[in-house]
Every structure is written in structure tokens, then in C-alpha cells.
């Protein structure tokens, strides 16, 4: 069973930055693909960014040129690096790792980020 836990959120100026980590309890996380989303207040959850096992990357136009997805995997961890941080941003933001062998996708609590003044 994979167990993830973000950490890193919080409140923030608009204009400020976060760094939001992924920590997952895998041995094959290498393999895994890795995504974060977010939800926030009235809308749908929505794909942020992606990181392959092979470091193919995907971003959400919205966070384009901000947001930067990373991995470490002798860590089992992914980190999502937001600056430029908007007052839209704000979201519950959810790590996902997706199994490629099962299909099977793994969830994180969510964490919280704010961004107001």
C-alpha cells in the first residue's frame, strides 16, 4: 500500500512562494508517476502539473512559467515549487501517484494553501 503526505502549504502574499512536498512510503516510487491537483472553493478538482518516471512534465496554462515539478527519488518525494503565487491559486492542493503495473492511483490527504493579503 502507498501512503502520501503533503506538507509545505499554508498562507501567503500574492506575489510570495511555497513549496509543496509529496512524501510517499513506496520502494518503487521511481516508477510511479506523480501529479498534483487542486481544488478550491465552487469548483472542480483540476490537474496541476505531472511528472513522469521518465521526468516528462505537464503544467496547467494557469500556473505556467509559476509552477515547477520536481522529484527526488531517493527521497520517495515530489515537490511542487509555486511562485508568483495568485489570489486564483488558492485551492486545496492533493498529491497523486498512479501505479502503471495496477492502474490503480494513490491519494494524499490534501493540503491547504492560501493566498490573500
Known amino acids: 500500500q502507498v501512503h502520501l503526505v503533503e506538507s509545505g502549504g499554508g498562507l501567503v502574499q500574492p506575489g510570495g512562494s511555497l513549496r509543496l512536498s509529496c512524501a510517499a512510503s513506496?520502494?518503487?516510487?521511481?516508477?510511479?508517476?506523480i501529479s498534483w491537483y487542486r481544488q478550491a472553493p465552487g469548483n472542480e478538482r483540476e490537474l496541476v502539473t505531472f511528472i513522469t518516471s521518465g521526468l516528462s512534465t505537464y503544467y496547467l496554462d494557469a500556473v505556467k512559467g509559476r509552477f515547477t515539478i520536481s522529484r527526488d527519488n531517493a527521497k520517495n518525494t515530489v515537490y511542487l515549487q509555486m511562485n508568483n503565487l495568485k489570489r486564483e491559486d488558492t485551492a486545496v492542493y492533493y498529491c497523486?501517484?498512479?501505479?502503471?503495473?495496477?492502474?490503480?492511483?494513490?491519494w494524499g490527504q490534501g493540503i491547504q494553501v492560501t493566498v490573500s493579503s
Open positions: 497523486n501517484a498512479r501505479d502503471h503495473q495496477s492502474g490503480f492511483d494513490y
Open positions: 513506496e520502494n518503487r516510487f521511481s516508477e510511479y508517476s
